[in-house]
């Protein structure tokens, strides 16, 4: 078992392109106590079990009601395959290798684990930078023509494709896979210090991390500006959908980089750092806390909107199904709101029925839309 061999040997494979590299401290001696091995197991633990659970529940609620299945929430879907994926492909193998307190699976196994979860995170994270652009590109281009499967489908494939086109390198030369923390987990070898290396890492950040920051951070806060917009124009009815669209925003962003920016910051000390700037703890909690986003992200996504939740609730007898002749539905409520725009002589910015076309992309319609009725697939 390579995590058996010795400091001699283990810096003898480092001169290989696909070695198992030591951990984020270069520090074999100061590696996790026992109970410090149990406290990992625990929250690995957790988060395998309610993150796999948790996506499951959205994969059944999306089987069992008819109505869910959106173009929109196509992306959903997407996300919580993918983090159900990392629970039951790699948070398995670190919880097990931690109850053991070393990794147990040999370097193809570290190969396959440093792969899958890269690959599955990327996917999770580039989608919700689509989902963000989506909720975006319908507040700007309101129309009322039929829902359009297309572009999710090509937006899912492309996150696929996109993810991909970023993991695979490491297997081919281009950095590689490696052990990090406690040396029982795989990812990127952040510790090796060839441009090659270091060149993989700066676009893997760049590309992967940042730019679906930028994306999040630009569509919500033009969603934001919108919004306090049609603030202005209905302040009792407008109000709380403004609040409840500002909580999703904000509560989207800051579980975002409370999840993912830690790890891309030690990741980025520990590439350009000197040896040994990360210490054993340092390096497993941001690690946490980036595998902790399978359970966030059901929660923020789903169980968070009034539609899944009604149908959470019917799924668990919480609710009364609805029937034909009583469908638990409110007729939908949409303000349109024009953007850049000054407001006319008498001060109005509202419009009502559909955006004349020559002011389609200048205008905004924000909705609080209730949901249509449920229907069961038999």
Known sequence: MFSELSDANRTSNLSAPLSLEQDWSDAPHERLSRGGHRVVSVFLGSIMVFGFLNNLLVLVL????????????LLLLNISVSDMLVCACGTTLSF???LRMRWLYGRRGCLWYGFINSCLGIVS????AVLSYDRYSTLMVYNKRAPDYRKPLLAVGGSWLYSVAWTVPPLLGWSSYGLEGAGTSCSVAWTQKSSSSQSYIICLFVFCLGLPVLVMVYCYSRLLHAVKQVGRIRLMAARRREFHILFMVVTTVVC??????????????????QPGVISPVASVVPSLLAKSSTVINPIIYILMNKQFYR?????????????????CSI???????QLNRRPGPTGSRTLSGPAAPDMERTSAAVSDRTDEPLETSS
């Open 62 to 73: 999306f089987c069992r009601f008819k109505t869910l299945r959106t173009p929109v929430n």
């Open 96 to 98: 097990a290798s931690s």
């Open 311 to 327: 149908c959470f609730l019917i799924l668990f007898r919480c609710k009364d199904q609805p029937t034909e002749t009583g469908p």
């Open 331 to 337: 007729p939908s409520k949409t303000t349109m709101v």
């Open 125 to 128: 994270l580039i989608s919700l």
């Open 256 to 273: 975002y980089l409370l999840c993912w920016m830690p790890y891309g910051v030690v990741a980025m000390m520990a590439t350009f750092g």
